[in-house]
């Protein structure tokens, strides 16, 4: 009890701006008491509003008022340091605005450690004594600290509510049990609490094994992943060493090439050279001779002249050169042609090779689409889709933010557009479509559900603009007596499906892999019908609508 004494003591001597005991202690005129520097500084925030207030009380004081040092609390408090008595509880102790607070405290309160659910009270540790001490205690339920003790207690009757009723699936008490509820199925709150126990461990079980299994799907996901990866790199490491040793055989022969060239045009060259030299002297000697013979035929002496005749009138041999039908250079068009010709088979070989390994490699896009099972993996790819006004037939009526059409007997006023439809029902999206996209459409009525290029035919003959007649769209037909049939470029494929008034079909698309598929959707996703073909445009959903008034579809908001 002599420390409960002192520690009341330490509270009281302390200051509730700094909560350490009292340093240079002041006491203002309402009666509390602060350190020097703590209420100055209090009051040096207040400044502006010429109007300074007690932290505890709040009481204002006009003009501010003079702090002088309180030396008989000063001595006290000096006195309590020599004593060497604990101070006041750590401020980690006491209450914040974010804890439960103990409602037995008085002044500062410290934190709650317990709430009993008996006495509707939080405790700090001091006063949750005696529930462990007394047996009077011995039944009351101790939790966690909670704000919600009050909600235990029945707002009309004040009584704690120990009972529930079922059938408003609400607690109550036992007056409310009697009255309000009296014919309704009420039992005690610990009981129901048993049986949502058990279901609650039903459920924790079930959401056990399902983490259980998902992290198991989520291990298998990872594995594929890596072998994705590994492949994937394999491939791309594997091609580049294969391309580059070709490339490197190609330079190689080039090189070989280019080195016996030029050694033949070294050989060929010297030769000309050398014939040119021989051809150069020839010439020389000739343009000799013919000086001597025109200086022998200048000559008057009839004897000097035949007596020098037979020396000078005899030529030397001529040069022989090679037939003039022989190129040279035509030894290396010939290369150049050889060249060209492996050119050409190479060339061959990669057009003719090459677009199956592109396909090789789509047809792995394509399988990676093709594993795609439930409707959540399919909503991962999940777009948002509206129609066009400016494409819609001008019986079609556009709803619901635009992705809903309907089919009204009546004209209405439309801007000219050669977006248009003017012949068929039909109206296609805003939005062009890359990659890989899925939506849903709610049918009610026949319906078409179709993919095609933004350059199809919107006027004309109804084959050239239809959905499904023509090579610019795919389309999937639906009516409850044909059931379902799929149309592109005119031809029809005829699909079983269930005969239902109202059904939702999902439409899958991956672009890139060229991929266009159409489901069920149900319990789970039924696949209708699915292309493999090569898109080469981008493309835009529509929808066609098959009579002129009442039937209608709707593009679903997965968003």
């Not at 004040?158 to 408003?168: A, G, W």
């Not at 594995?223 to 990866?229: G, R």
């Not at 000309?272 to 002496?301: F, G, Y």
């Not at 409707?375 to 494409?391: G, H, K, M, N």
Request: glycine share 4%; hydrophobic share 30%; with cysteine.
């Amino acid at each position: 009890m002599a420390q409960k004494g002192v520690q009341l003591d330490c509270e009281t001597f302390s200051c509730s701006i700094c909560l350490d005991l009292l340093k240079d202690p002041v006491t203002i005129p309402c009666g509390h008491s602060y350190c020097m520097n703590c209420i100055k500084s209090h009051w040096d925030g207040e400044d502006e509003k010429e109007i300074y207030s007690c932290p505890q009380c709040r009481k204002t004081f006009i003009p501010r008022p003079v702090l002088v040092k309180n030396t008989m609390l000063a001595d006290l408090v000096e006195e309590l340091k020599k004593s060497g008595l604990p101070a006041a509880p750590a401020d980690h102790c006491y209450a914040g605005p974010d804890d439960v607070a103990c409602d037995v405290c008085s002044g500062r309160k410290l934190k709650a450690t317990k709430s009993c659910l008996i006495c509707l009270v939080s405790y700090c540790d001091e006063h949750l004594q005696p529930h462990y001490e007394s047996s009077a205690f011995k039944k009351h339920k101790l939790v966690e600290p909670s704000k919600k003790l009050q909600e235990n207690i029945c707002s009309q009757h004040d009584e704690v509510m120990k009972m529930f009723c079922r059938t408003d699936q609400q607690s109550v008490c036992y007056l409310c049990s009697v009255d309000q509820h009296k014919d309704h199925d009420t039992v005690s709150a610990a009981a129901e609490r048993t049986e949502r126990q058990k279901e609650l461990e039903v459920s924790r079980l079930n959401i056990q094994q399902r983490i259980q299994e998902r992290q198991k799907d989520v291990k298998l996901l990872q594995q594929e992943l890596e072998a994705i990866n590994h492949s994937a790199d394999k491939t791309v490491e594997d091609s580049e060493k294969m391309f580059t040793e070709l490339i490197r055989l190609m330079e190689k022969r080039s090189s070989e090439l280019k080195q016996q060239v030029r050694s033949q045009q070294e050989t060929e060259v010297r030769r000309v050279k050398e014939l040119q030299e021989k051809l150069q002297q020839e010439i020389t000697e000739l343009k000799r001779k013919e000086v001597e013979l025109k200086r022998l035929s200048d000559t008057e002496d009839h004897n000097q002249f035949l007596q020098n005749y037979s020396s000078l009138s005899q030529l030397s041999e001529s040069t022989e050169l090679p037939s003039t039908n022989m190129h040279p250079l035509q030894y290396f068009e010939d290369v150049t042609a050889a060249v060209s010709q492996v050119k050409d088979k190479l060339q061959d070989v990669l057009s003719e090779k090459w677009p199956k390994i592109l396909r090789t490699v789509t047809e792995v896009d394509a399988l990676l689409s093709q594993q795609l099972r439930t409707r959540e993996e399919f909503l991962q790819f999940a777009c948002q889709i509206t129609l066009d006004p400016s494409t819609a037939h001008p019986w079609m009526i556009l709803s619901e933010e635009n992705r809903k059409v309907t089919n009204m007997r009546r004209h209405k006023f439309f801007l000219q557009s050669s977006a248009r439809f003017d012949n068929v029902y039909q109206v296609m999206s805003e939005e062009s479509l890359t990659g890989r996209c899925y939506w849903e459409v709610k049918l009610d009525g026949p319906v078409t559900i179709s993919v095609a290029y933004k350059d199809m035919m919107r006027s004309g003959p109804h084959g050239e603009c239809s959905f499904g007649l023509n090579d610019k769209s795919w389309a999937l037909y639906w009516n409850w007596g044909w059931g379902y049939r799929f149309f592109h470029n005119n031809v029809s494929t005829s699909i079983p499906g269930e005969m239902s008034n109202k059904v939702s079909v999902g439409v899958f698309l991956d672009h890139k892999a060229g991929i266009l598929s159409y489901y069920d959707i149900g319990e789970t996703m039924t696949l209708l019908h699915r292309v493999q073909t090569t898109f080469t445009q981008p493309l835009y959903a529509g929808l066609g609508l098959h009579y002129p008034e009442g039937d209608n579809a709707t593009l679903c908001d997965l968003q």
